[in-house]
């Protein structure tokens, strides 16, 4: 059975950080490229950052892009994001993501809310 477990998420004060972590099991995790989206009620989720089967390559949407880093360490099944200089606009529910290099299948975990407020 694939499982995808997030954590880390929590309230946080503008300017805080989080990091976010998403456990995979049931797949070869090596094969899969990873990715994080969030997503706020009334609205679409949406694509935060990704990262190559290998770790190599990493992709941002611009609205994160220089304060959120993404990263995995495929001996532990693990992707993480690391987010700094969190806004209040960085709330939402965040959802880790995994698809076969191949495109075919993908994954979701449950999801992690994030809170950014004063």
């Known amino acids: 059975q694939v499982q995808l477990v997030e954590s880390g998420g929590g309230s946080v004060q503008p300017g805080g950080s989080l990091r976010l972590s998403c456990v995979a099991s049931?797949?070869?995790?090596?094969?899969?490229?990873m990715s994080w989206y969030r997503q706020v009620p009334g609205k679409q989720r949406e694509l935060v950052a990704s990262?190559?089967?290998?770790?190599?390559?990493?992709n941002y949407v611009d609205p994160v892009k220089g304060r959120f880093a993404i990263s995995r360490i495929n001996a532990e099944n693990t992707v993480y994001l690391q987010m700094s200089s969190l806004k209040p606009e960085d709330t939402a529910v965040y959802y880790c993501?995994?698809?076969?290099?191949?495109?075919?299948?993908?994954?979701w975990g449950q999801g992690t809310q994030v809170t950014v407020s004063s």
């Open positions: 993501k995994g698809v076969r290099v191949s495109g075919d299948p993908f994954y």
């Open positions: 990262i190559g089967a290998s770790g190599e390559t990493a």
């Open positions: 049931g797949i070869i995790f090596s094969t899969y490229i």
